[in-house]
């Protein structure tokens, strides 16, 4: 089989095309132009670079592929609303129906449990509603999971629709890095009481879901959520990698409210001003809210377990920072707020 990795630079394409790599295929690793220039796909895997809303481009990328995991999105919660629309809705379209029109059997779209809301107060199955959050990255991709369901039910589009929690691991810039830096520093703020529940997922979980929606017949026109479903508090990730660290486990908290009630001011004055503010509603709400995911479905139809707890997770993440400490800025830390192009 022929795949055809979208997104291949970030956090999650890239770990996606490594491990396609060891385990012997030659995938195609997609990344936008921008990248072209400073990244190679990696030794193993055939590198093209395309703009994911340019059919044209896209085409020969797409020429003999037989599946597609589309990981490619604009992500973060702060950016020009058009751009988030032309990459995560039109973008998508135009890759789904490229990819029909070459006869790609299977079409996998990484979306995300944001999808059901930043913080759901309790727990959530694929079945919960969708809900739209006050950022353009919230509207773009439950607008692309609308379009996709619209797509399966008139156009019978062979899409697999795959909602990975909150990834981190090794090479997560995004908040990994952010809150270990913050933690070193002595500068990690608790978000509420800590004892709220994070939907985390290592980054090499993520990409074993996405392969196993890829080859299970029956995931076409399905919907999967893919988290470790292992109960693990905010208290108790900052205060595993505080212990990774030797360093103090954060003690200082900001109520949820007030947390969130100061990320919508903070939101104000950046449009006001024109600039990304420190804080925003999306990295605290992920941060202090109570998100928890059931992976009965995923368990059960492509037969995903999760294989690195967050012990071993924060481990392996603290290992990755601490190599790569030397060339990183210190005093930068951003918590939960992530702003990139990942095509």
Avoid at 322 to 338: I, Y
Wanted: proline share 6%.
């Amino acid at each position: 089989m022929t795949i055809l990795v979208t997104g291949a630079a970030g956090l999650l394409g890239g770990q996606l095309t490594e491990l396609l790599i060891a385990r012997g295929a030659r995938p195609r690793a997609l990344v936008h132009p921008r990248y072209d220039a400073g990244w190679r796909a990696p030794a193993g895997a055939d590198g093209y670079a395309a703009d994911i809303a340019d059919r044209a481009a896209i085409e020969a990328a797409l020429a003999g592929v037989d599946c597609v995991i589309h990981c490619a999105a604009r992500t973060g919660p702060w950016g020009s609303a058009a751009e988030y629309e032309r990459v995560n809705v039109a973008g998508l379209e135009t890759m789904v129906r490229a990819a029909v029109a070459a006869g790609v059997q299977r079409f996998v779209h990484v979306s995300s449990i944001t999808v059901h809301g930043n913080d759901v107060h309790g727990a959530a199955d694929e079945d919960s509603p969708l809900h739209t959050e006050p950022n353009p990255y919230s509207r773009s991709k439950v607008a692309g999971e609308r379009l996709l369901h619209r797509m399966i039910r008139d156009e019978g589009a062979p899409v697999t629709i795959v909602r990975p929690g909150w990834i981190y691991g090794p090479g997560d810039t995004a908040s990994f890095g952010r809150f270990a830096q913050l933690i070193d520093e002595g500068r990690m703020i608790v978000v509420g009481t800590g004892r709220n529940h994070l939907p985390l997922v290592y980054v090499r979980d993520a990409a074993e879901g996405l392969l196993l929606a890829a080859a299970t017949e029956q995931s076409p026109g399905r919907t999967y959520l893919i988290v470790n479903d292992e109960p693990v508090t905010q208290r108790q990730f900052l205060d595993a990698i505080a212990a990774e660290l030797n360093a103090p486990p954060p003690r200082r908290r900001i109520p949820y409210r007030a947390a969130v009630a100061l990320g919508a001011v903070a939101e104000t004055a950046g449009h006001l001003t024109g600039k990304q503010p420190p804080v925003m509603r999306y990295g605290l709400q992920l941060l202090g809210g109570e998100n928890r995911f059931s992976i009965d479905r995923a368990r059960r139809e492509l037969g995903f377990a999760p294989a690195v707890g967050y012990l071993e997770g924060v481990r392996r993440g603290v290992a990755w920072y601490r190599e790569t400490s030397e060339t990183r800025p210190s005093g930068h830390g951003n918590a939960g707020n992530r702003t990139e192009v990942l095509t």
